[in-house]
């Protein structure tokens, strides 16, 4: 593995409009987006090089994904840790990896977790790693009892696109791993292809005492790039369908072209095949998170009330002077806000609210925030004006120089 340096990185092209600014934070920062959970990496790129990643098809990433090749997005474990906690968009799960993998920091998270322990007292660190788990795995989680693990595993992996065989994947966390309630399982991407291979994988998990996994589609980045010719490429190898390939070319300009889709029908053969081996089914994160590791989770998604949560687990009904606090917390004016229903309330803004920090107050106050006006990830100017001298997210001091050369 080679380890650039992101200070001597070339400048990225600064695009314009929605997600430009995430996109630049994909690019500069060690934090880039906080959605059900502080999504993080202390490196960025990742050795494997998964056929299907999205972060293969993001120009920010693409030269960085199974090319041998990652960037260090901090100078060392305790600048990393500082970007988490003077950030306002933090929360009680902090994960690491969510551009890269987690063994890629195998040795550097000894001091990781042990400042993350220190500092950030009553948090998570979710570490994901599609890599086989091996015996550090066990030493870290014996040391550090917030410690968290991820993998994800795809049926039929060389077949589907990824080198990773579930086989390994089955055998090291059988072998290595001392509490299985203490690591997330993600199903996916499950397709057409390898939906029928999925019942023997979830049995093995189940002998080994786990008692629920998440299931996964196809995601499909094309930020920047030319999104026909990506998504023409993923249907062709079989990742998605017709109809998706179709959805994805008229979705909106963001970077997620398709987000966690899957083929017409598989979801409840998929669950079936999950519960019929005695583990929970979970189709989103949030709810894993949420049920079996206690994390509180938001109400609000897309800028909408996720009725599925809001029907299935009890909201909060903080009063609205509370909510206009948190709002003034992360610089915003407010206008109005009204309470629609118990624990939804929509707010009128100087400014856009966004997803980031729409679901790191919808977490804090258990409720469902929608914003007038909304857009999904920061713009660029968002970014500058808003994001960097609120705190939103802190950048370390190097990083914070680089992105704003770029930006100019």
Not at 78 to 102: C, M, N, P, Q, Y
Not at 280 to 294: D, I, K, L, Q, V
Request: glycine share 10%; proline share 5%; aromatic share 10%.
């Amino acid at each position: 593995m080679e380890v650039l340096d992101i200070y001597g990185r070339p400048p990225l092209h600064v695009a314009e409009g929605v997600g430009s600014g995430e996109h630049l934070l994909i690019a500069y920062s060690p934090i880039f987006k906080r959605r059900y959970a502080l999504i993080t990496d202390y490196y960025r790129g990742c050795t494997i090089g998964c056929r299907f990643c999205y972060y293969r098809f993001i120009e920010a990433t693409k030269d960085f994904i199974g090319t041998g090749k990652v960037l260090r997005m901090a100078r060392d474990a305790e600048e990393f840790i500082e970007a988490i906690e003077l950030s306002k968009i933090t929360g009680r799960l902090v994960i690491v990896g969510g551009g890269s993998d987690g063994a890629m920091i195998e040795k550097e998270l000894w001091r990781i977790a042990e400042v993350f322990g220190d500092r950030l007292r009553g948090k998570l660190l979710l570490v994901l790693r599609r890599a086989p788990f091996g015996s550090g795995v066990a030493e870290q989680m014996e040391a550090f009892e917030f410690l968290r693990y991820g993998t994800t595993i795809t049926p039929l992996g060389p077949e589907i696109g990824t080198p990773i065989r579930e086989e390994f994947q089955l055998k090291g966390l059988e072998k290595f791993v001392p509490d299985p309630s203490r690591v997330s399982v993600e199903l996916g991407p499950i397709t057409p292809k390898n939906y029928r291979q999925l019942g023997r994988v979830v049995e093995a998990l189940a002998d080994m005492g786990f008692e629920a996994v998440i299931y996964r589609g196809v995601s499909v980045g094309t930020f920047n790039l030319d999104r026909k010719a990506v998504l023409k490429m993923l249907f062709e190898h079989g990742f998605i369908t017709r109809e998706q390939y179709e959805r994805g070319l008229a979705s909106p300009g963001y970077y997620y072209s398709l987000k966690n889709e899957l083929a017409e029908g598989l979801d409840g053969i998929v669950r079936q095949a999950i519960e019929d081996a005695g583990l929970r089914a979970h189709r989103y994160s949030p709810t894993f998170y949420h049920e079996e590791w206690g994390v509180p989770i938001a109400f609000n998604r897309d800028n909408r009330v996720r009725d599925f949560l809001y029907e299935k687990y009890d909201v909060e009904n903080p009063s609205t002077a509370r909510v206009r606090r948190a709002l003034e917390r992360f610089g915003y004016e407010v206008f109005d806000i009204e309470r629609r229903e118990k624990g939804v309330f929509e707010v009128s803004l100087d400014r856009p609210l966004t997803e980031d920090i729409a679901m790191a107050i919808g977490e804090d106050l258990r409720i469902a925030l929608i914003g007038r006006p909304y857009v999904k990830s920061p713009t660029v100017e968002l970014l500058v004006d808003h994001y960097i001298p609120n705190g939103v997210v802190h950048l370390p001091e190097e990083n914070l120089r680089l992105l704003m050369e770029v930006v100019g």
